[in-house]
């Protein structure tokens, strides 16, 4: 019923730049949160950045003034806009979103993630 698709990782280098895109489609009603998780292997998954419809956003402290998250709340779509890129950032990166959806006559709310994009920096 719902999908979320993301886009953008790959390979940078250190100091580089990279831009991830997060679109959800499907039996969308309104979307409260959509937000950016990430996982190194060995690690647990941690919150990375998160934004509410209403335009409210939290970051990690590891990536306070580097990444910056935004939305398209018209096109269901965030964001994830990395500068500085560090290699302790090497993780996949997934997309999270908190919905309400249509099912029948009824809107239910549920989470979603995306299948997850590799981000590596390294030199």
């Known amino acids: 019923q719902v999908q979320l698709v993301e886009s953008g990782g790959g390979l940078v280098q250190p100091g580089g730049s990279l831009r991830l895109s997060c679109a959800a489609s499907?039996?969308?009603?309104?979307?409260?949160?959509m937000g950016w998780y990430r996982q190194a292997p060995g690690k647990q998954r941690e919150l990375v950045a998160v934004?509410?419809?209403?335009?409210?956003?939290n970051y990690a402290d590891s990536v306070k003034g580097r990444f910056t998250i935004s939305s398209d709340n018209a096109k269901n779509t965030a964001y994830l806009q990395m500068n500085s890129l560090k290699p302790e950032d090497t993780a996949v990166y997934y997309c999270?979103?908190?919905?309400?959806?249509?099912?029948?006559?009824?809107?239910?709310?549920?989470?979603?993630w995306g299948q997850g994009t590799q981000v590596t920096v390294s030199s």
């Open positions: 999270n979103a908190d919905l309400m959806y249509y099912s029948g006559i009824y809107r239910r709310r549920s989470a979603y």
């Open positions: 499907g039996s969308i009603f309104s979307i409260n949160t």
């Open positions: 934004i509410s419809s209403g335009g409210s956003i």
